[in-house]
């Protein structure tokens, strides 16, 4: 398939450990944030999502971190599994629903097994 | 939630020539946007396809090259004119649904297109 994230910067970790993927943005209005994972030759997925009045949220074996005083975004995958493997991009707009997503730069995911 | 039907997904063009990509959504929506993914790279927002209205450009893209139509609440095209080895890229369509959550901003599988 169609190759995704050959430039992008990448994490490997090894199975069972836990991930931690980073992303910074830029516009302080942002309201509402979300991670897609993307495998080669597919869409972005769905993982979790974070509105501004919240610091922290949890999902199956995904947490989201929220620093509005620094605009940084994280994601924390718990012992991370060979399905993992992908590019991470985080997403952000100013009135959900409304308004567009603005994409992160990505992180591709490698997991060593 | 919505289910995004892009079509083709993929395709090889000679430069100079145009693609039409299209976007079907199985339910009405309000709001959709087309994105490029240059190869190794982030998604970039091209426009919003406005129903019965032009389309809104971001900045760097013009209707000449990108025309957009979206007749209705399910459905609209992208077409990518005169192209060039440039343009090869992953060209998504998005919807919003419920606006948060799983089905708020949901992806298309994208159109693969290599120009040669």
């Not at chain 2, 060039?84 to 959550?101: A, F, H, M, N, Q």
Request: glycine residues 8%.
């Amino acid at each position: 398939g169609e190759s995704v994230g050959l430039h992008l910067p990448t994490l490997s970790v090894q199975e069972g450990d836990n991930s931690i993927i980073n992303c910074a943005y830029s516009n302080s209005a942002s309201d509402y944030f979300i991670w897609y994972k993307q495998e080669s030759g597919k869409g972005p997925q769905f993982i979790i999502d974070i509105r501004s009045n919240m610091d922290k949220r949890q999902g199956q074996r995904v947490t989201v971190l929220l620093n509005k005083t620094v605009k940084h975004l994280s994601l924390q995958i718990a012992a991370t599994q060979p399905g993992d493997s992908a590019v991470y991009f985080c997403a952000e707009t100013p009135n959900s629903g409304n308004t567009p997503l603005v994409f992160g730069k990505g992180t591709r995911l490698s997991v060593i097994a | 939630s919505a289910v995004i039907s892009q079509k083709p997904s993929r395709d090889i063009c000679q430069r100079g020539t145009s693609l039409t990509i299209q976007c079907q959504v199985d339910s009405q929506v309000t709001m959709m946007f087309w994105y490029r993914q240059q190869p190794g790279q982030s998604l970039t927002l091209i426009a919003t396809a406005n129903q019965g209205s032009e389309a809104t450009y971001e900045s760097g893209f013009v209707i000449d090259k990108f025309p957009i139509s979206r007749p209705n609440l399910t459905f609209s095209t992208l077409t990518v004119s005169n192209m060039s080895p440039e343009d090869s890229s992953i060209y998504l369509c998005s919807v919003v649904v419920s606006g948060t959550g799983l089905y708020g901003y949901t992806f298309g599988s994208g159109t693969r297109l290599t120009v040669v």
